[in-house]
C-alpha cells in the first residue's frame, strides 16, 4: 500500500466533484439563481449560466477521473488517471478561484483554497 495517500487524496477529490455536481445537476436552477445574484455586477454577470454547465461538466469529469484512478492504482499501481484526476482537480478549483476572486467572495476564495492543498498534494505524489 505504498500509494495509500494517494488513494485517500483522490478518494476525497472524488467525494467532493461527484458531490458537489450532483448538486449542480440536481438543483440547476436554484444554484442558477444563487449565483446570478452572487455574479451580478461582474464581468460573469451575462455568463453565469454557461459558467455553471461548464463547471458543472468540469466537477463530474473531475469526479469520475479520481474514481478510475483510485481503481488503476488498486489493479494495477499505475497513476495515470489519478495524475489527470489531480490536474483537472487544481484546474477546476482554480477556475472556481477566479470567480469568486471576480465576485469579492474573499471568504469563498479562502475556502477553495482549503480543498486546492490536498489537490496539489495528490498532484505531486501521482508524478
Given at each position: 500500500?505504498?500509494n495509500?495517500?494517494?488513494?485517500?487524496?483522490?478518494?476525497?477529490?472524488?467525494?467532493?466533484f461527484?458531490?458537489?455536481?450532483?448538486?449542480?445537476?440536481?438543483?440547476?436552477?436554484?444554484?442558477?439563481?444563487?449565483?446570478?445574484?452572487?455574479?451580478?455586477?461582474?464581468?460573469?454577470?451575462?455568463?453565469?449560466?454557461?459558467?455553471?454547465?461548464?463547471?458543472?461538466?468540469?466537477?463530474?469529469?473531475?469526479g469520475?477521473?479520481c474514481?478510475?484512478?483510485?481503481?488503476e492504482?488498486?489493479?494495477?499501481?499505475?497513476?495515470?488517471?489519478?495524475?489527470?484526476?489531480a490536474?483537472?482537480?487544481?484546474?477546476t478549483?482554480?477556475?472556481?478561484?477566479?470567480?469568486?476572486?471576480?465576485?469579492?467572495?474573499?471568504?469563498?476564495?479562502r475556502?477553495?483554497?482549503?480543498?486546492?492543498?490536498?489537490?496539489?498534494?495528490?498532484?505531486?505524489?501521482?508524478?
Amino acid at each position: 500500500m505504498e500509494n495509500l495517500a494517494s488513494l485517500f487524496v483522490l478518494l476525497f477529490l472524488a467525494i467532493t466533484f461527484l458531490q458537489s455536481g450532483y448538486d449542480k445537476f440536481t438543483d440547476f436552477k436554484g444554484n442558477l439563481s444563487w449565483l446570478t445574484e452572487h455574479f451580478s455586477g461582474t464581468l460573469f454577470a451575462n455568463n453565469v449560466s454557461i459558467a455553471l454547465k461548464i463547471i458543472l461538466l468540469l466537477e463530474i469529469v473531475t469526479g469520475i477521473l479520481c474514481v478510475v484512478g483510485i481503481i488503476e492504482i488498486s489493479i494495477s499501481g499505475g497513476t495515470a488517471f489519478g495524475k489527470y484526476g489531480a490536474c483537472l482537480s487544481c484546474i477546476t478549483l482554480l477556475m472556481l478561484l477566479f470567480g469568486q476572486r471576480i465576485a469579492k467572495d474573499y471568504d469563498g476564495a479562502r475556502t477553495i483554497v482549503i480543498y486546492l492543498i490536498p489537490a496539489l498534494m495528490g498532484v505531486y505524489w501521482l508524478s
